[in-house]
Nanobody, 119 residues
Framework: QLQASGGGSVQAGGSLRLSCAASGRTFSTYAMGWSRQAPGKARDAVAAIMGHGSSTSYVDSVKGRFTISRDNAKNTAYLQMNDLKPEDTAVYYC??????????????WGRGTLVTVSS
């Protein structure tokens, strides 16, 4: 199971850190990803990290602002979001994948956490 948290309301330029806590003993074998779904839009991948954190990838719109990381000892993945913009407003989901990457197939999904950025 995956549990995302850390969403909230911030002004443009602000920061938030999302956390995704996973249960189970095989966390490090899964790549982790964050996706988001804005109102009226499809869900899109935002960032991904491989099992041992050796490789990360980002969608162009968040490069340089968002950082994905993980702590396998704590079974937790993170998404640090800086310089937030109103267009970042969305429900953010974490997910686990055996293949990984922004376009990989994600097998397990957590409930979303809402991020609202005001101008």
């Amino acid at each position: 199971q995956l549990q995302a948290s850390g969403g909230g309301s911030v002004q443009a330029g602000g920061s938030l850190r999302l956390s995704c806590a996973a249960s189970g003993r095989t966390f490090s074998t899964y790549a982790m990803g964050w996706s988001r779904q804005a109102p009226g839009k499809a869900r899109d991948a935002v960032a991904a990290i491989m099992g041992h954190g050796s490789s990360t990838s980002y969608v162009d719109s968040v490069k340089g602002r968002f950082t994905i990381s993980r702590d396998n000892a704590k079974n937790t993945a993170y998404l640090q979001m800086n310089d937030l913009k109103p267009e970042d407003t969305a429900v953010y989901y974490c997910a686990a994948s055996l293949t990984g990457g922004l376009k990989g197939k994600y097998d397990y999904w957590g409930r979303g956490t809402l991020v609202t950025v005001s101008s």
